[in-house]
């Protein structure tokens, strides 16, 4: 009963049905890793169309590609962390969209260090997404700045 495709008069055309999705998380604190993922929380939903996110997985209704992406913003970053990795997994593969290596010390004077990117996935129907952080050397531990403010986020939506 709703409109699955629309044309305007301008010859824009939007497709209010089509799976897609904006989430942002919660601050999350001591967030540790050391060669082990942790998987982000994202719980506040901004754009779910046709519902297909929950409980920090977003699934794909149809078997097609999907562009995913992400941006965390983390604090407590140490002179002693040594890297960084930020990861979307999926049932089909894991993609290391964002890493610093060996420089995760260059942001200590702040404390705080913002990372972003996105990759292209194939993806069939009932296959799922996360956002996972493996945080190494020193402490091992930071936080995730959360908030609808545009700290932390993640977004996907079926391209073809």
């Not at 497709?15 to 506040?44: C, I, M, R, W």
Request: glycine share 10%; no cysteine; hydrophobic share 40%.
């Amino acid at each position: 009963t709703a409109d699955s495709l629309v044309i305007d008069s301008t010859g824009a055309i939007t497709k209010p049905l089509q799976p897609s999705f904006l989430v942002s998380a919660e601050t999350q604190s001591n967030v540790t890793g050391d060669n082990t993922d942790y998987d982000l929380l994202f719980t506040n939903e901004i754009v779910d169309r046709n519902a297909d996110y929950g409980s920090s997985l977003f699934t794909a209704p149809v078997t097609g590609l999907y562009q995913l992406s992400a941006s965390l913003f983390l604090t407590g970053i140490a002179a002693n962390h040594t890297s960084v990795f930020v990861s979307i997994v999926t049932s089909n593969r894991r993609q290391n969209i964002v890493g610093v290596d060996g420089g995760a010390t260059d942001p200590a004077d702040s404390g705080e260090l913002y990372l972003n990117g996105s990759a292209l996935f194939d993806m069939d129907a009932n296959d799922t997404a996360k956002i996972a952080i493996d945080v190494r050397g020193g402490s091992k531990v930071v936080d995730i700045a959360g908030g609808t403010d545009g700290a932390t986020f993640f977004s996907g939506a079926l391209i073809a």
